[in-house]
Nanobody, 125 residues
């Protein structure tokens, strides 16, 4: 069983910064792409950023330049550095990962989508 657990959310003033972390725990798995999504009250969940296991990250156009996603494959973690925060950034932030489990043959199967429980980010004006 694999779990994703986010941390680092909280209350910050506009213009401030926060760094979110997400740790994957379990055994015998490999993480493919990882990402962050957010959901504000009364709105649909939206993409913040994704990052492949190896390669270039992808960002929502409106967040480029303020948010930076990174990952540590050795620690099975993904991070989101958020700078110049605005009240509109207030939302629950969710970690997402495509995770493949090791098969009995020693290779990895098809990836499955996993979500964390979310962490609240509140930006005051």
């Amino acid at each position: 069983q694999v779990q994703l657990v986010e941390s680092g959310g909280g209350l910050v003033q506009a213009g401030g910064s926060l760094r979110l972390s997400c740790a994957a725990s379990g055994s015998s798995f490999r993480i493919n792409a990882m990402g962050w999504y957010r959901q504000a009250p009364g709105k649909q969940r939206e993409l913040v950023a994704t990052i492949p296991r190896v390669g270039v990250a992808n960002y929502a156009d409106s967040l480029k330049g303020r948010f930076t996603i990174s990952r540590d494959n050795a620690k099975n973690m993904v991070y989101l550095q958020m700078n110049s925060l605005k009240p509109d950034d207030t939302a629950v932030y969710y970690c997402n990962a495509d995770i493949a489990l090791r098969t009995r043959y020693g290779d990895y199967g098809v990836g499955t989508n996993y979500w964390g429980q979310g962490t609240q980010v509140t930006v005051s004006s």
